[in-house]
């Protein structure tokens, strides 16, 4: 794996980074390698090489071909160096989802016999469940971020942070929890943000999460997580990945370094339309609190006047489905769908609020999106909205 470069803009990364061979190769666009295995008469070199993986985590794919699939994919290589390019990362492994990522990070942790992790809510609804429910085998001392450096124990493993956060848009000071962490390292999820609003690893993070089916795919149609990190913890990572499974099947590899040629363009365009709905929503009397991060983004949450069943019911261009990040604009109800698995009574400590809706802004026109929701939020099913001209809240909510 080359060591990052930085010296080019994110712009030109995000269509060069892990095609920099192709032009040799006589290519343009990025050859798809669907194999399972590959073919060696050098069993004793083969040999080597799992030797090696097993030691260390090593890419087997740099020194020859793969072995086996499940050790590696020339496609996935290739998404996983651009992701790391652009989170300024020394490496990042590929998995099947976030929560496949998710996962192998915890196994990581505990295998070493550190199963304690340190968490801020709101987390996405089923980190929050892994961790409470204890389904790998660790165990979760939920705080604020002021908190985190009295939670630490001697088997702390991680401690974990989404900013902005899924559902309210809360903001975290990463450069403060990375401090407080000390030697444990600190793994933010940076799905909502993406590299080109916040690149966590600048401010101290070990660990940078992402659930790629939102923006990094971009388009919908791509299930996938990738953790960027240095080569020691990615090495670890690749031994999990080879042990359970949960590889990133390479067609998707090959859609998301594609999805990564247009994150800049799309997320800055986004951000655009999102910011100017926030400032509308914000002004609207049907609409008593809006949350957008002071970083920007694609994400806009608001609590409504009256019932958001209503509004989920009613928009009409706007898409009523959970996820985000894709081209088109989608609205989803947090308390009733991405938050359901959390206790209702943490979600409302987290800030998830039950009239809360979240919206993924996409690239449609911002009139035609204004105009349903609009139309969507009807007369404020007749309570007395209380927000008239509240600014937009960031931050902690
Ligand atoms: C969707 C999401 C995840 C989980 O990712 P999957 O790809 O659905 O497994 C994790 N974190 C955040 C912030 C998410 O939005």
């Given amino acids: 794996m080359e060591t990052p470069v930085r010296s080019r803009a994110l712009a030109t990364e995000a269509v060069h980074a892990g095609r920099e061979d192709l032009a040799a190769l006589g290519l343009h666009a990025a050859p798809i390698d669907l194999s399972t295995t590959y073919p060696s008469h050098d069993s004793r070199a083969e040999a080597a090489r799992i030797d090696a993986f097993a030691e260390t985590g090593a890419e087997p794919t740099l020194d020859g071909p793969p072995i086996y699939g499940r050790l590696g994919n020339p496609t996935v290589a290739r998404f996983e160096t651009a992701l790391a390019r652009l989170e300024g990362t020394e490496s990042a492994v590929a998995f099947a989802s976030g929560m496949a990522a998710?996962?192998?990070?915890?196994?990581?942790?505990?295998?070493?016999?550190?199963?304690?992790?340190?968490?801020?809510?709101?987390?996405?609804?089923?980190?929050?469940?892994?961790?409470?429910?204890?389904?790998?085998?660790?165990?979760?001392t939920w705080t604020d971020p002021a908190g985190v450096e009295d939670a630490l124990r001697p088997d702390t493993g991680l401690v974990m942070v989404e900013s902005p956060a899924n559902p309210t848009l809360a903001e975290i000071d990463l450069r403060a929890v990375a401090h407080a962490c000390?030697?444990?390292?600190?793994?933010?999820?940076?799905?909502?943000?993406?590299?080109?609003?916040?690149?966590?690893?600048?401010?101290?993070?070990?660990?940078?999460?992402?659930?790629?089916?939102?923006?990094?795919?971009?388009?919908?149609?791509?299930?996938a997580g990738v953790v960027a990190c240095d080569e020691e913890l990615a090495g670890r990572l690749r031994q999990i990945r080879f042990a359970t499974g949960g590889v990133l099947h390479p067609l998707a590899g090959y859609l998301l370094l594609r999805g990564l040629s247009t994150l800049p363009i799309r997320v800055r365009a986004a951000s655009a339309t999102a910011a100017e709905l926030t400032r509308r929503l914000?002004?609207?009397?049907?609409?008593?609190?809006?949350?957008?991060?002071?970083?920007?983004?694609?994400?806009?949450?608001?609590?409504?006047?009256?019932?958001?069943?209503?509004?989920?019911?009613?928009?009409?261009?706007?898409?009523?489905?959970?996820?985000?990040?894709?081209?088109?604009?989608?609205?989803?109800?947090?308390?009733?769908?991405?938050?359901?698995?959390?206790?209702?009574?943490?979600?409302?400590?987290?800030?998830?609020?039950?009239?809360?809706?979240?919206?993924?802004?996409?690239?449609?026109?911002?009139?035609?999106?204004?105009?349903?929701?609009?139309?969507?939020?009807?007369?404020?099913?007749?309570?007395?909205?209380?927000?008239?001209?509240?600014?937009?809240?960031?931050?902690?909510?």
């Fill in 282 to 397: 914000a002004a609207d009397p049907r609409v008593t609190r809006v949350h957008y991060p002071s970083i920007g983004g694609a994400m806009v949450a608001f609590e409504v006047a009256g019932d958001p069943h209503e509004v989920i019911s009613s928009v009409r261009l706007i898409t009523p489905a959970v996820s985000l990040g894709s081209v088109d604009t989608l609205i989803q109800h947090p308390a009733s769908i991405s938050h359901r698995i959390v206790d209702a009574g943490d979600r409302r400590n987290a800030g998830v609020s039950d009239r809360l809706l979240r919206m993924s802004v996409g690239l449609e026109d911002v009139e035609d999106l204004w105009a349903d929701l609009d139309a969507a939020l009807g007369d404020g099913c007749g309570e007395a909205g209380a927000g008239v001209g509240e600014p937009a809240v960031a931050g902690r909510a």
């Fill in 182 to 223: 000390g030697s444990v390292p600190l793994l933010v999820d940076n799905t909502f943000a993406t590299p080109v609003l916040q690149r966590p690893a600048e401010q101290g993070a070990r660990l940078v999460l992402h659930s790629a089916t939102k923006y990094l795919g971009g388009h919908g149609d791509v299930l």
């Fill in 102 to 140: 998710l996962s192998a990070v915890l196994l990581a942790r505990s295998a070493m016999g550190l199963r304690h992790v340190v968490a801020v809510r709101p987390l996405y609804g089923c980190s929050d469940h892994l961790l409470t429910a204890g389904l790998l085998g660790t165990e979760v």
